[in-house]
């Protein structure tokens, strides 16, 4: 498994909204750009969403391959059916199983050169490990020699909605003032 035919998944728990179609078009775009193995972390719904469409793909595309990465032993597979192997990182058992998440998150993220997120918010696992790609200078679509320009990170993206939320709430505020009166 090389790191330049590997991709991973990153995305919450919830993950309300999301069409099943459109992360298996991205899924399949990845896959014709020489992807052949997927990592996931199997906790979230999002990934169990990933892990069931690389699992159909495979009907169409049988040269890939579907791996679990689990972050300590005791890691309870619900459907190992989805999966061709489960991977324990060499040295995990060194950590506390809250730690041992993060780590996982690492994990997956250092051995893919791609990823399909699903990430809408700024706390959990999902956001640490989207936000912690290589100090935020991965490239969210694509591989660095392909990105033309640079796009402004999801951490600057939700400061900016935050700021012009921000802004909407106080203009709110002043509207509903009423007039003074004489």
């Keep these: 498994m090389g790191k330049e035919q590997t991709a991973t998944f990153i995305g919450h728990k919830e993950c309300y909204g999301v069409q099943t179609e459109e992360v298996r078009r991205e899924i399949e775009k990845i896959i014709a750009l020489g992807v052949t193995d997927f990592l996931n972390g199997g906790m979230g719904g999002f990934d169990w969403m990933c892990a069931r469409i690389v699992y159909d793909l495979k009907k169409s595309y049988p040269q890939i391959k579907n791996y679990l990465v689990i972050p300590y032993l005791t890691f309870n597979i619900a459907e190992p059916k989805y999966f061709d192997a489960t991977i324990y990182p060499e040295g995990f058992e060194k950590y506390h199983f809250k730690a041992a998440i993060p780590a996982r998150n690492r994990y997956l993220v250092d051995n893919s050169a791609y990823a399909i997120c699903y990430v809408t918010h700024d706390w959990g696992g999902a956001a640490k490990t989207y936000l912690t790609l290589s100090g935020d200078e991965w490239e969210h679509e694509r591989p660095r020699e392909r990105q033309t320009e640079k796009k402004p990170s999801i951490k600057e993206r939700l400061e900016q909605s935050r700021k012009e ?18």
Aim: with cysteine; aromatic share 0%; hydrophobic share 20%.
């Design 165 to 182: 939320c921000a802004n909407q709430s106080k203009a709110q505020l002043h509207r509903e003032k009423p007039a003074p009166e004489r």
